[in-house]
């Protein structure tokens, strides 16, 4: 799947950025988009994967982390598998916000 579908699935649940566009603190529930790196002995390339990793902030508390990973669940049922939560719960005092990170594989088909 293109980057900018992704963004666009995405965005449709909860205000969307690439990588580095996030300057500052968090000031409201928010995703970044990250395109995983593949190790070749390892690759999902040649299984004609992509994988994403989408990180997920927010200012306000863990249950709100926890509803945008349900909702995007939801959302990409049919067209990803949900890896698994990387990070665990975490607070990151730079940006003052919780976070928690997903990884996800799309086929490189859509």
């Known amino acids: 799947m293109k980057r900018v579908n992704l963004f ?7 205000p969307t950025y690439s990588v580095g566009q996030i300057r500052g603190t968090i000031e409201e529930n928010c995703c970044v988009l990250r ?24 200012p306000v508390s863990l249950s709100d982390i926890d509803d945008i990973i349900h909702r995007i669940r939801v959302e990409l049922k049919e067209v990803a598998e949900i890896e698994n939560l990387q990070s665990g719960d975490y607070y990151d005092e730079v940006l003052r916000a919780f976070s928690n990170t ?5 086929p490189n088909i859509y």
Do not use: A, Q
């Open 8 to 14: 666009i699935l995405l965005n449709n649940i909860i």
């Open 35 to 58: 395109r995983g790196v593949d190790v070749p002995s390892t690759s999902n390339r040649l299984g004609h994967w992509d994988s994403w990793y989408i990180d997920i902030y927010s």
């Open 102 to 106: 997903m990884m996800i594989r799309i």
